[in-house]
């Protein structure tokens, strides 16, 4: 099993509450711990339930790939030292655009920066990262994070992306690239789906054609 359709506390925006690499997945303590298991079956990897910034809003505040997992400074210190004792490798990014998860799309290969990052910024997180990194807009949208998904074989695109969109990340991230939707049509692919190489967690509102595609773009199934 390498996919799961689920919803957290009847909340089908899994994406938001959870952040996934392929060694470790972060996860909001509201999730329930059959759900937990689940997870950790599909994804292969261990998963810790946690908080940052004080909310369950793991994957709207946390971004990285295996190098490292990009933490916003708000973060309490109580939180980094629980990271610390699961010996996550982490850097805390100081800016005001505090939702890292949503204005970062990143994987092994590369990373896509919202515009309004400062040049200084762009550095920092280009040297924790070890990809190159660039700052863009995709349809047209600062909130690049939000705008899609990828793991290290594929990226979901949000539906309104351009071509050129479509062709940067395909060049910046090394990956296959194609636009899509989830939860019936809602375009901001992050919201709904935790993803790595071994499987991906979708919110169950999302209809058989979306999930379809998806699994073929993230490398699971053969077009």
Do not use: W
């Not at 997992?69 to 629980?82: R, T």
């Not at 100081?94 to 998860?101: I, V």
């Not at 799309?105 to 990194?133: H, M, R, W, Y």
């Not at 379809?212 to 053969?222: A, P, Q, R, S, T």
């Amino acid at each position: 099993m390498h996919l799961l359709k689920a919803n957290f506390n009847g909340n089908p925006n899994v994406g938001l509450y959870g952040f996934a690499t392929d060694s470790y997945c972060l996860l909001s303590k509201e999730v329930n711990k059959k759900l937990v298991k689940q997870i950790e079956e599909v994804l292969k990897v261990p998963v810790h339930q946690i908080d940052i910034c004080g909310t369950s809003l793991i994957g709207a505040f946390l971004a990285g790939n295996s190098n490292s997992l990009l933490v916003p400074s708000i973060a309490f210190d109580s939180e980094l030292e629980q990271l610390k004792k699961l010996k996550i490798p982490f850097t805390v990014i100081d800016t005001k655009h505090t939702a890292l998860g949503n204005n970062i799309l990143c994987n092994d290969n590369g990373c896509l920066l919202s515009t309004d990052f400062k040049k200084e910024e762009v550095e920092a997180i280009q040297k924790v990262l070890v990809v190159p990194t660039e700052r863009g807009n995709i349809a047209d949208l600062r909130i690049v994070g939000a705008c899609g998904t990828s793991n290290t074989k594929g990226c979901v695109l949000h539906r309104d992306a351009s071509d050129e969109d479509v062709k940067l990340i395909e060049s910046l991230l090394k990956v296959r690239c194609e636009t899509g939707t989830v939860n019936l049509a809602n375009p901001y692919i992050k919201s709904a789906i935790i993803a790595n190489s071994n499987g991906f967690i979708i919110g169950d509102l999302s209809g058989g054609p979306e999930i379809n595609h998806i699994d073929e773009v993230l490398g699971f199934l053969k077009g």
